[in-house]
């Protein structure tokens, strides 16, 4: 039975950073597509970044140039650096994995595997 569990969330003020982590286990990693997506209180779930198997990269307009999605295929780890942190980043943070036949990495129905979420909350 293939799990994903995140790590990494918590209080930080306006301008800090964050890692977030999603470790895999269950089934093979290296030949996932992965993404992170959000949701904050009260809203629907948003796209966030996403990685294929080899190392290339999609991110929402809202976190281009602030946040970088990465993978170590041999540690079957998911990672989200986020710098540069905003109030308006604040929700509860998703790992999930992309269904092999999937053409949209932004829209979340394409994804098969979920993490439980860890909250990130930016104070100002």
């Known amino acids: 039975q293939a799990h994903l569990v995140e790590s990494g969330g918590g209080l930080v003020q306006a301008g800090g950073s964050l890692r977030l982590s999603c470790a895999a286990s269950?089934?093979?990693?290296?030949?996932?597509?992965m993404g992170w997506f959000r949701q904050a209180p009260g809203k629907e779930r948003e796209f966030v970044a996403a990685?294929?198997?080899?190392?290339?990269?999609n991110y929402a307009d809202s976190v281009k140039g602030r946040f970088t999605i990465s993978r170590d295929n041999a540690k079957y780890t998911l990672y989200l650096q986020m710098n540069s942190l905003k109030p308006e980043d604040t929700a509860v943070y998703y790992c999930?994995?992309?269904?092999?036949?999937?053409?949209?990495?932004?829209?979340?129905?394409?994804?098969?595997?979920w993490g439980p979420g860890t909250q990130v909350t930016v104070a100002s």
């Open positions: 999930a994995r992309s269904r092999a036949d999937n053409t949209n990495w932004q829209n979340l129905n394409g994804y098969d595997l």
């Open positions: 269950g089934r093979t990693f290296s030949s996932d597509r």
């Open positions: 990685i294929s198997w080899n190392g290339v990269t």
